[in-house]
C-alpha cells in the first residue's frame, strides 16, 4: 500500500491498492464502515482505516489541486478489468 499521496500518479497507484484488496470502493465512503460480507466482520483494523482515509484526503487534495474529477479517476481505474 502506498503511504503518501502527492501526485495524481500517487492517486491511480492507491485505487489500484485498492483494487487489489477487492473493494467495492467509492470514494465517498469511510474506511471504517468497509464490512467483510462473510464474516461480517470490519474489513479493517482501526489503524488500516485510518491510514486509508489519511491517503484518501491526500488523493481528493491532490485532484484538486491539479483540476482531476477524483471519481473519473476511480472509474478509469477501477473499470479497467471490464
Known amino acids: 500500500m502506498i503511504t503518501e499521496i502527492k501526485t495524481i500518479e500517487d492517486v ?3 485505487f489500484k491498492d485498492l483494487l487489489a484488496e477487492d473493494l467495492n470502493f467509492h470514494p465517498d465512503d ?3 464502515d468497509y464490512i467483510n460480507h462473510e464474516t461480517k466482520q470490519p474489513s479493517y483494523t482501526e489503524k488500516e ?3 486509508r482515509n489519511r ?3 491526500q488523493a481528493f487534495e491532490v ?3 491539479v483540476g482531476e474529477d477524483i471519481y473519473d479517476v476511480c472509474i478509469e481505474i ?3 478489468d471490464f
Request: aromatic share 16%; net charge negative; hydrophobic share 50%.
Open 49 to 51: 482505516a485510518a491510514d
Open 55 to 57: 491517503l484518501l484526503t
Open 63 to 65: 485532484c484538486e489541486r
Open 30 to 32: 469511510n474506511f471504517a
Open 12 to 14: 491511480q497507484t492507491f
Open 78 to 80: 477501477f473499470m479497467q
